[in-house]
């Protein structure tokens, strides 16, 4: 099974749309949590940091389920500029692996 | 501040010839990564230093792939000879070391390099 698994999509979305895109991760022992936005062709960013009590960057909000071993994204109020790939990033508290997910596209449409 | 560097941008070679890439990091930045990307995949570990030692070399391919830091600052990553299935973009990441409790830091990436061989 794969450290991290997420949805490769693509997702199409019309301008305005609210989209949420999931992940999971095998390792209960993961203990630090990212998201990255990676545009065609250029490095991956960090988009925001995902905390246990879930937290908001404007449009944007990241959830962390534990038990479930999932973390979310959530983009409220699509803008065209967030097409690009999102991934999910997972970090265990041993070993010194960043594991990234495959990446899931979204393409905001007019 | 200025970013991650990394050079070249892009090279193409033959198959069974080397190359190298070459990664500046964060000034400052005591972790830095190597990582390999292949078309429609999320980036792969290769090997993580930590000032001038390794922490994680585990997937690094050892009988082509070499990589060194030895100042602790700027690295170079090599591989030869070259495959078919090495073509792919090199990212190079560096992040502030993990905190006393464990927290680890995000990663910030330079341009990568993007690598075809023919």
């Known amino acids: 099974r794969k450290e991290v698994e997420q949805d490769p999509g693509p997702f199409n979305v019309p301008e305005g749309a609210t989209v949420a895109f999931n992940c999971t991760y095998s390792n209960s022992a993961s203990q630090s949590f990212f998201w990255y936005r990676q545009d065609c062709r250029k490095e991956p960013k960090l988009l925001m940091s995902v905390y246990s009590s879930g937290n908001e960057d404007g449009r944007f909000t990241a959830q962390l389920n534990r038990a479930s071993q999932y973390i979310s994204l959530l983009i409220r109020d699509s803008k065209l500029s967030d097409s690009a790939t999102y991934l999910c990033v997972v970090k265990r508290n041993t070993g010194n692996q960043f594991y990234f997910g495959t990446g899931t596209s979204l393409t905001v449409i007019p | 501040e200025a970013g991650v560097a990394q050079s070249p941008r892009y090279k193409i070679i033959e198959k069974r010839q080397s190359v190298a890439f070459w990664c500046n990091p964060i000034?400052?930045?005591?972790?830095l990564y190597w990582y390999q990307q292949i078309l429609g995949q999320g980036p792969k570990l290769l090997i993580q230093?930590?000032?001038?030692?390794?922490?994680?070399d585990s997937q690094l391919p050892k009988d082509r792939f070499s990589a060194e830091r030895l100042k602790g600052v700027d690295s170079t990553l090599k591989i030869q000879p070259a495959k078919l299935e090495d073509s792919a973009v090199y990212l190079c990441?560096?992040?502030?070391?993990?905190?006393?409790?464990?927290?680890?830091?995000?990663?910030?990436f330079g341009p990568g390099t993007r690598l075809t061989v023919t």
């Open positions: 000034s400052g930045h005591a972790t």
């Open positions: 230093f930590q000032n001038n030692g390794v922490v994680d």
């Open positions: 990441a560096s992040s502030p070391p993990p905190t006393t409790s464990g927290r680890w830091y995000e990663q910030y």
